[in-house]
């Protein structure tokens, strides 16, 4: 199966949080809160394949934090935090919700992501991957972490299925 055609199979996306959904840097205030980059173009293709019935899943080794609050006003519900077995984890969502694997994309970016990559039917990481797992997966982004990689998938996807670009009521991300 060529490129494309996993492209065109996914209905379901899950990403991880830091150096994905976020640029991987952490902004430490006098307060001692930590404050993360996300970019608002991802957040518009987030909630465009929302809206077009795709499935957002994100899950994160890290603790909780804002990015939750930003991503259910992006109409994210699952939202999974403090994930220590990244694959077992979402091997057993995926069992729960009957997903098939070439229908899934995973987007990592370092070495807990790596296990991930055996289940799921397309791997694909950020430009700033670290070495390891932009050897592992069939797709890098041309987008760094939080700098429009998440965009970069979801819109191939979408384009190869003939949805991007065919739901003008997105809010304002």
């Not at 209905?11 to 976020?22: E, H, P, S």
């Not at 009957?98 to 950020?126: H, K, N, T, W, Y």
């Not at 430009?127 to 979801?154: K, L, T």
């Amino acid at each position: 199966m060529n490129l494309l055609q996993r492209f065109q199979k996914i209905r379901t996306f899950i990403f991880d949080v830091d150096g994905v959904l976020t640029n991987g840097d952490l902004l430490v205030l006098e307060s001692g809160e930590m404050a993360r980059v996300m970019n608002v173009k991802d957040g518009y293709a987030l909630q465009l394949a929302l809206k077009l019935d795709y499935e957002i899943i994100v899950v994160s080794g890290s603790a909780p934090s804002a990015v939750q609050q930003r991503l259910n006003r992006l109409g994210i519900r699952e939202v999974y935090f403090a994930v220590k077995d990244k694959k077992a984890f979402i091997g057993q969502l995926m069992e729960q919700k009957q997903l098939r694997a070439e229908a899934v994309l995973f987007m990592g970016d370092d070495l807990p992501d790596l296990p991930v990559f055996d289940i799921v039917g397309l791997s694909a990481c950020p430009a700033d991957a670290v070495g390891e797992v932009q050897q592992r997966v069939r797709f890098i982004s041309g987008s760094g972490g939080g700098r429009g990689c998440v965009r970069e998938v979801i819109e191939k996807v979408l384009r190869s299925n003939g949805h991007w670009g065919t739901d003008s009521r997105i809010a304002s991300t």
